[in-house]
């Protein structure tokens, strides 16, 4: 077939379509957003009718795939690490349920935080339920991955869990396609309780999935992605997992003097796994991420072996790993080609010149700050997060998607007033509505804006599941449509919007505040394409 070059998750992509992919359900999130891109783009998913709309959140993504499984179909799921927080509830339980069409679930870390707003490892997700996880080392090994996984899965009879990190997602190399599979036919499964976990049936499914976990350790061992690579200097064993072995090879390009063990399929492989350990005086462990690997090693081995790594520093605790910093943990000198001078200052993001979030915060925040002086305002996921920058300085909180509704509840309900939201269109169909529903049972005294773009203008533009629904959304959940205002957030209406704003806050109860204009980006784009 032919060879293309391609970023990693556009191997993921390609990979899917190829091996008779029936629906991809994602929620963009950097740096898993292009997988959903480049499937929406290709001209089969049109031919063929595949699946490729955006989900309202990683939830309703993982539950969508699995409904797709469970009807015999390839389902494949994307998100970034932590939508893995999201996605929990179903991802732990289809374990459990197990599938029927094979079912991979991509998680995108982002080591260093380049977008995010922590640094979690998704291997403790697959460890944590008990299923096997693929680790690419680089493109072509991702694509390999999802063009056999899907028939991995159904043959193990489990989701498959396939783990991404930032560089290799959005870095480039040639890939090598493999023939075109039709998709799956229509076909449930031959259990009608399979997908059916009441206690008494989840118990008896928990039992066969711990059955199981012999047979993932043979795979691994027997795993072509797992790799055992003799050294003649046995001072020291390498375990390298995914990009780790690419950074490790960077270092060693006539091959490396020490015993190598790549993994990049787990559970670990016990065999290949003691064969280093028995060979060597000392064992570096190789990750990018948190010392995952490292730390079942130590579980492992229960022997005076001594074991390197993030734990003892060898490598760092945080950040990316990078080849530099695995060359100073083999010994190396590695003198960088280029050097950032010093007379270069990081830049910050910035909200977009133009940006109808600008004019928002600078109304809500000379309100405030002249009128209130005992406000808080909690924010969330999104480009109006850069209101945290100068000179905005105007939010007080961003924890997760969804967050800023329910902490304004609750520092009302210890007693703040006033307590302000700040919400996306986007985030607040994706996990703010649950939030503004315990504000309106309690009738909470908050004033909740809705930031609203008409678009998830942080990932590049794409739809949002609420635009052009939010009043009635609201009202709906159970907020006076009288206390449902919509503005435009442009300076000609300043004076408007700051009444509206005092209005609100001196209201005793829920009322919600949508500025709206849309993103300049997906307009100028709009007008380009014309």
Same mark, same amino acid.
């Given at each position: 077939?032919?060879?293309?070059?391609?970023?990693?998750?556009?191997?993921?992509?390609?990979?899917?379509?190829?091996?008779?992919?029936?629906? +991809?359900?994602?929620?963009?999130?950097?740096?898993?957003?292009?997988?959903?891109?480049?499937?929406?783009?290709?001209?089969? /998913?049109?031919?063929?009718?595949?699946?490729?709309?955006?989900?309202?959140?990683?939830?309703?993504?993982?539950?969508? *795939?699995?409904?797709?499984?469970?009807?015999?179909?390839?389902?494949?799921?994307?998100?970034?690490?932590?939508?893995?927080?999201?996605?929990?509830?179903?991802?732990?339980?289809?374990?459990?349920?197990?599938?029927?069409?094979?079912?991979?679930?991509? *998680?995108?870390?982002?080591?260093?935080?380049?977008? #995010?707003?922590?640094?979690?490892?998704?291997?403790?997700?697959?460890?944590?339920?008990?299923?096997?996880?693929?680790?690419?080392?680089?493109?072509?090994?991702?694509?390999?991955?999802?063009?056999?996984?899907?028939?991995?899965?159904?043959?193990?009879?489990?989701?498959?869990?396939?783990?991404?990190?930032?560089?290799?997602?959005?870095?480039?190399?040639?890939?090598?396609? $493999?023939?075109?599979?039709?998709?799956?036919?229509?076909?449930?499964?031959?259990?009608?309780?399979?997908?059916?976990?009441?206690?008494?049936?989840?118990?008896?499914?928990?039992?066969?999935?711990?059955?199981?976990?012999? !047979?993932?350790?043979?795979?691994?061992?027997?795993?072509?992605?797992?790799?055992?690579?003799?050294?003649?200097?046995? $001072?020291?064993?390498?375990?390298?997992?995914?990009?780790?072995?690419?950074? &490790?090879?960077?270092?060693?390009?006539?091959?490396?003097?020490?015993?190598?063990?790549?993994?990049?399929?787990?559970?670990?492989?016990?065999?290949?796994?003691?064969?280093?350990?028995?060979?060597?005086?000392?064992?570096?462990?190789?990750?990018?991420?948190?010392?995952?690997? !490292?730390?079942?090693?130590?579980?492992?081995?229960?022997?005076?072996?001594?074991?390197?790594?993030?734990?003892?520093?060898?490598?760092? %605790?945080?950040?990316? &790993?990078?080849?530099?910093?695995?060359?100073?943990?083999?010994?190396?000198?590695?003198?960088?080609?280029?050097?950032?001078?010093?007379? @270069?200052?990081?830049?910050?993001? *910035?909200?977009?010149?133009?940006?109808?979030?600008?004019?928002?915060?600078?109304?809500?925040?000379?309100?405030?700050?002249?009128?209130?002086?005992? %406000?808080?305002?909690?924010?969330?996921?999104?480009?109006?997060?850069?209101?945290?920058?100068?000179?905005?300085?105007?939010?007080?909180?961003?924890?997760?998607?969804? *967050?800023?509704?329910?902490?304004? $509840?609750?520092?009302?309900?210890?007693?703040?007033?006033?307590?302000?939201? +700040?919400?996306?269109?986007?985030?607040?169909? %994706?996990?703010?509505? /649950?939030?503004?529903?315990?504000?309106?049972?309690?009738? /909470?005294?908050?004033?909740?804006?809705?930031?609203?773009?008409?678009?998830?203008?942080?990932?590049?533009?794409?739809? #949002?599941?609420?635009?052009?629904?939010?009043?009635?959304?609201?009202?709906?959940?159970?907020?006076?449509?009288?206390?449902?205002?919509?503005? @435009?957030?442009?300076?000609?209406?300043?004076?408007?919007?700051?009444?509206?704003?005092?209005? !609100?806050? !001196?209201?005793?109860?829920?009322?919600?505040?949508?500025?709206?204009?849309?993103?300049?980006?997906?307009?100028?784009?709009? $007008?380009?394409?014309?």
């Amino acid at each position: 077939m032919s060879k293309q070059l391609l970023l990693g998750d556009e191997a993921i992509a390609q990979a899917a379509l190829d091996a008779g992919l029936s629906g +991809v359900y994602a929620y963009p999130g950097t740096p898993s957003t292009e997988i959903t891109e480049y499937i929406q783009m290709a001209p089969i /998913t049109a031919q063929e009718n595949i699946h490729c709309r955006w989900s309202a959140n990683e939830k309703t993504a993982m539950e969508s *795939a699995l409904g797709m499984s469970f009807a015999g179909k390839r389902s494949l799921v994307c998100m970034k690490h932590v939508g893995m927080n999201v996605a929990a509830d179903c991802f732990i339980n289809a374990a459990i349920t197990g599938v029927k069409g094979g079912m991979i679930v991509v *998680a995108a870390d982002d080591p260093s935080m380049h977008s #995010s707003q922590n640094e979690q490892d998704s291997r403790f997700y697959g460890d944590f339920s008990l299923i096997p996880i693929f680790e690419p080392s680089n493109q072509q090994e991702a694509y390999d991955m999802v063009y056999h996984g899907f028939d991995f899965s159904e043959k193990t009879g489990e989701p498959l869990l396939l783990r991404m990190v930032t560089r290799l997602a959005h870095s480039r190399s040639g890939v090598e396609r $493999k023939e075109q599979m039709p998709q799956n036919k229509l076909e449930c499964s031959d259990d009608p309780r399979q997908f059916i976990l009441l206690p008494g049936n989840a118990r008896k499914r928990y039992k066969a999935l711990l059955e199981k976990q012999a !047979e993932f350790i043979k795979l691994s061992e027997e795993s072509p992605y797992n790799q055992y690579i003799d050294g003649p200097n046995k $001072k020291l064993g390498i375990i390298a997992c995914g990009i780790g072995y690419n950074y &490790l090879m960077e270092n060693y390009p006539e091959g490396c003097e020490y015993p190598v063990l790549k993994i990049s399929q787990y559970p670990l492989p016990k065999k290949q796994l003691m064969q280093l350990i028995e060979a060597c005086d000392e064992i570096l462990v190789i990750e990018d991420g948190q010392p995952f690997v !490292e730390k079942q090693i130590k579980g492992y081995l229960g022997i005076g072996v001594k074991v390197k790594g993030r734990l003892d520093g060898t490598l760092p %605790h945080d950040g990316e &790993l990078t080849p530099d910093s695995v060359a100073r943990a083999v010994g190396k000198d590695r003198k960088a080609e280029f050097s950032i001078p010093s007379l @270069v200052e990081v830049r910050p993001p *910035a909200l977009c010149e133009g940006c109808g979030h600008r004019d928002m915060y600078t109304v809500l925040t000379q309100v405030l700050k002249e009128e209130y002086p005992t %406000h808080k305002v909690f924010s969330d996921i999104g480009c109006y997060t850069l209101g945290a920058n100068a000179p905005f300085h105007a939010i007080n909180s961003c924890v997760d998607m969804g *967050a800023s509704i329910t902490m304004a $509840k609750g520092a009302a309900d210890a007693g703040l007033h006033p307590s302000v939201a +700040v919400i996306g269109d986007s985030t607040f169909t %994706h996990s703010g509505m /649950t939030g503004l529903l315990d504000c309106v049972n309690e009738n /909470t005294n908050v004033t909740i804006v809705i930031s609203d773009n008409e678009t998830t203008a942080m990932t590049g533009g794409q739809d #949002s599941a609420g635009t052009g629904r939010l009043e009635s959304i609201c009202q709906g959940i159970g907020v006076a449509p009288e206390h449902i205002r919509v503005v @435009v957030p442009l300076k000609k209406n300043y004076e408007e919007m700051k009444q509206v704003i005092r209005e !609100e806050i !001196e209201y005793k109860g829920v009322s919600v505040i949508i500025p709206r204009r849309e993103c300049i980006q997906t307009l100028a784009r709009k $007008k380009r394409n014309k």
